[in-house]
């Protein structure tokens, strides 16, 4: 069975940086288009930024653009989003996802991914 686990939230001072990591198992990794979403209480979860199995990146959403990078390591069954210069408006629940078919492409809707971590909180303190 496929599991997600992400890592590396916590409570930042406007500013910083914190890297989010995300390993899954149960698939070939390196086959398999991964995501990260982020959701705030009473809004709908949105995408943040995706990597294709190939390495082709989408970021959804100007607010992170210039600020937010993903990538992944093959090797180690892992992903990253790496957030430099955080706002408190990216204060949220962030979720890795991974499609549910290998070669998938990559998608900024929630319902497109089937497999899911149980997110880790950023707050950014103003």
């Known amino acids: 069975q496929v599991q997600v686990v992400e890592s590396g939230g916590g409570l930042v001072q406007a500013g910083g940086s914190l890297r989010l990591s995300c390993t899954a198992s149960g698939l070939t990794f390196n086959a398999y288009t991964l995501a990260w979403f982020r959701q705030v209480p009473g809004k709908e979860r949105e995408g943040v930024s995706c990597i294709r199995w190939n390495g082709e990146v989408t970021y959804y959403g100007d607010s992170v653009k210039g600020r937010f990078t993903i990538s992944r390591d093959n090797a180690k069954n892992t992903l990253y989003l790496q957030m430099n210069s955080l706002k408190p408006e990216d204060t949220a629940m962030y979720y890795c996802?991974?499609?549910?078919?290998?070669?998938?492409?990559?998608?900024?809707?929630?319902?497109?991914?089937?497999?899911w971590g149980q997110g880790t909180q950023v707050t950014v303190s103003s």
């Open positions: 996802a991974s499609r549910g078919n290998a070669i998938g492409s990559c998608s900024g809707a929630s319902g497109a991914y089937n497999y």
